[in-house]
């Protein structure tokens, strides 16, 4: 079956530094690739996607994936954190040809703290 | 409307009850999903629907749990005879045909069986 491993359930950083959430997929010929963030009490917000194109992919808020199809990875990174990125964060995939349905990862927290 | 409404937000329903979650998609929006995320874990696929096409039920964890959706329109998940572990919240996401992927997700509804 497809699925998605975010191995990380929990990464504590402190404010400025650099963070990375890691996420793996499984080994397919076609894929489209998404990270949401998920703030307390809140609905699914989208960070950035990879569709096609540039494997380097860059969102909103400062972070940025890059697509590893040899590594069937799609590393979330962001160089220096805030308390405002404290959040949980979802990994997805579309396997193509598999009715556009997104799979999720369970999800990394992240914690900043001073 | 200007995004995806879910409704109740809240419901707290006593074990074998059933329920009804509602779900109002973004105007226009030819698909809807419906998610279901465990408290600590993932999202997990529950149901599909694409315009007039059958949807794909093949995320619904036993009969006891239904959707339908008229048209494009709003879509309802019930479920019967409520058991403890279907206390989750329940995500609904809209997309429209356009080939960006920009699913839309709601709030949610957090349902607790007691």
């Known amino acids: 079956a497809q699925s998605v491993t975010q191995l990380d359930s929990q990464v504590p950083v402190f404010e400025e530094a650099p963070v990375e959430l890691r996420c793996n997929y499984s080994?397919?010929?076609?894929?489209?690739l998404f990270w949401y963030v998920q703030y307390p009490n809140q609905g699914l917000q989208l960070l950035l996607k990879?569709?096609?194109?540039?494997?380097l992919v860059k969102g909103i808020n400062g972070f940025e994936a890059e697509f590893n199809k040899s590594q069937t990875s799609f590393h979330l990174r962001k160089p220096s954190v805030h308390i405002s990125d404290t959040a949980e964060y979802f990994c997805?995939?579309?396997?193509?040809?598999?009715?556009?349905?997104?799979?999720f990862g369970t999800g990394t927290q992240l914690k900043v703290e001073l | 409307g200007a995004g995806v409404s879910q409704s109740p937000s809240n419901k707290v329903t006593e074990k074998g009850k059933d329920v009804e979650l509602r779900c109002d998609p973004i105007?226009?929006?030819?698909?809807l999903y419906w998610y279901r995320q465990r408290l600590g874990q993932g999202l997990e696929f529950l149901i599909y629907?694409?315009?007039?096409?059958?949807?794909?039920k093949s995320g619904l964890p036993s009969d006891r749990f239904s959707a339908e959706r008229t048209g494009e329109s709003v879509s309802t998940l019930t479920i019967q005879r409520t058991q403890q572990e279907d206390s989750a919240v329940y995500l609904c996401?809209?997309?429209?045909?356009?080939?960006?992927?920009?699913?839309?997700f709601g709030s949610g509804t957090r349902l607790t069986v007691v």
């Open positions: 996401a809209s997309r429209s045909n356009e080939g960006n992927y920009g699913y839309t």
């Open positions: 080994s397919s010929v076609s894929v489209y």
């Open positions: 990879y569709l096609s194109g540039s494997t």
């Open positions: 997805a995939v579309i396997y193509t040809g598999g009715g556009n349905k997104l799979t």
């Open positions: 105007s226009g929006h030819t698909a």
């Open positions: 629907f694409q315009g007039n096409s059958a949807p794909d």
